[in-house]
């Protein structure tokens, strides 16, 4: 019931097209993807902090809230409005082969191999070896799911239906368009970096 009203919350708050997406938020458990609580969670409100889920229930998490991975580095499971968005609008179809980089520990990967079917294959790349190990765990229920750890600016993952890239970037890079089927789709996070800035 609690994912239920959450996928609601997220198809009503991010403008939702896809059915499809809407349903694997109702069906992907997240706190299977973000260890045991309590959890540091973030609400994308001005001052942005973490504040402590009063205790290990999962409620807290079916809200549209950030999930601390890694506090010390401000790591987190995106917020689920800005991430479902980017997803909706990879179009994503039973069958679709796509490319999540970024995948952290695989909460968004799982809910797009279950866009995808099993008839469909997601490969996940993320470059920070621990969540890679931790996504591959996670995961292991999805025999759709390859997940590599590595540089998705380097490591070509072969002809995507879609591509998700879940990091800020000044620019696409050639091996992602590369990587597209004709009338693929691809999202990322575009940033600019103050000139000088490393």
Known sequence: MARRRYADL???TAGLRSDRLVRALSEVPREDYLGPGPW???RFTFPMKYEDTPDDDPIHLYEDVMVALDAARTLNN???SALSRWIDALDIQDGDQVVHAGCGTGYYTAVIAQ???SSGRVTAVEFDSALASRARS???GFPNVDVIAGDATIYDPGLADAILINAGA???MRLWLDALKE????VFHLVRWQEGSK
């Open 78 to 80: 995106g917020l689920p």
């Open 40 to 42: 540091k969670i973030m």
């Open 170 to 172: 000044t620019h696409p």
């Open 10 to 12: 997220i198809r009503h």
């Open 138 to 140: 996670n995961l292991r």
């Open 183 to 186: 009338g693929g789709r691809l």
């Open 115 to 117: 866009m995808v079917g």
